[in-house]
């Protein structure tokens, strides 16, 4: 991964070795499996390939964070 760069005069530049490789593996790297894209790039055309899912009114009005329980409310 990144013994070929060193030696490191300390742990922060070790961290930023590995922040760099990190960085060029997911948004530069060319991935076969992925028919030569970066991973990151893949990633992206996945997401914007999905067709947004309509939230219910439950859900936009009154989100999980804000019940008592998991259930919707219940209607008399």
Known sequence: MIEHQGPWRDFDEVERAVFQWVAWYNS?????????????????AYWASLEP???TAWSHDRGLHETRDSSPPRHP
């Open 53 to 55: 899912v309509p939230q």
């Open 28 to 44: 530069e790297r060319l991935h076969s499996a992925l028919g030569y894209i970066p991973p990151d790039e893949y990633e992206q």
